[in-house]
């Protein structure tokens, strides 16, 4: 199954909890000093909110599988449509250890493809297996014709 993936940056994590606790019916299955999320059935989506953006408003789109073969088959069609695909590989981020790739659209929306393996104790890392507590580099900038660096944004 794939899940619809949102990722928004607040200011007010309490204020943004309440609020969206209130819009879907449900409080967060995840919830952290900096972070909160809700992985919802109806509808189908994993919805985030973090304070680590450095901005307000839509951080960046994706689309979560269950399984790895799902991943691969998301990435072969990207790559079938001549996307520039930057596969990011295994990373901590927004407090879970995932295989992820990265595109943008035309518009420069970063859009991450994502499986995600378990639940961790930190926000990210920017090497795999890291245990410090930093976020990746950020997702601006990736550039649709030539992505040879980095994306820059962990879930914020």
Not at 7 to 12: E, P
Request: proline share 5%.
């Amino acid at each position: 199954m794939k899940r619809m993936h949102i990722h928004m940056g607040v200011d007010q994590l309490d204020q943004s909890i309440k609020f969206y606790s209130a819009l879907f019916g449900v409080p967060p299955t995840k919830e952290n000093e900096d972070y909160a999320r809700w992985l919802l059935d109806d509808p189908c989506i994993n919805f985030a909110i973090s304070t680590k953006s450095g901005k307000q408003g839509v951080d960046h789109f994706g689309i979560q599988v269950e399984e790895e073969a799902e991943l691969e088959a998301l990435r072969a069609q990207l790559k079938a449509a001549d996307l520039s695909l930057f596969d990011e590989g295994e990373t901590v981020c927004c407090y879970a250890r995932s295989e992820k790739s990265w595109v943008e659209d035309p518009s420069g929306i970063p859009w991450e493809a994502y499986n995600t393996m378990e639940e961790t104790a930190l926000f990210g890392s920017s090497i795999p297996g890291d245990t410090a507590a930093s976020s990746l580099p950020e997702t601006r900038g990736l550039q649709a014709t030539d992505v040879t660096e980095l994306p820059s944004g962990c879930c914020g």
